[in-house]
C-alpha cells in the first residue's frame, strides 16, 4: 500500500512539472512579442495573458486557433492608421 501512495504521489508531481497547452501557446505569443515592434507586442503579450487565465482555443497552427486570432491582431496593430 505505501508503494502505491509513493507512486500515486511521484505521478501527480510529475504531472505538475508538464507545461500545459494554455501555458505552451502563451510562451510562443510571448516569444513572438519579443521579436515583434512595440504595437504588436503589447497586442500578443495581451493576448498570452487571456490564454493563460481563460485557456486556449485550438492548437498553435489552427486558423480559428487563439494564437492565429493573436497573431492577425498583432498583424494588424502594425498597420498605418488612416489619417
Known amino acids: 500500500m505505501t508503494k502505491i501512495l509513493i507512486l500515486a504521489a511521484t505521478a501527480a508531481l510529475a504531472a505538475c512539472g508538464r507545461p500545459t497547452p494554455a ?3 502563451a ?9 515583434s515592434t512595440s ?3 503589447e497586442v500578443l503579450d495581451d493576448a498570452a495573458d487571456r490564454i493563460r487565465e481563460n485557456g486556449v482555443t485550438g492548437n498553435a497552427a489552427d486558423p480559428d486557433g487563439s494564437v492565429q ?4 491582431e498583432a498583424a494588424n496593430a502594425q498597420l498605418p492608421r488612416g489619417s
Open 23 to 25: 501555458e505552451n501557446s
Open 69 to 72: 486570432n493573436a497573431v492577425e
Open 27 to 35: 510562451d510562443l505569443l510571448e516569444n513572438a512579442a519579443d521579436q
Open 39 to 41: 504595437a504588436a507586442a
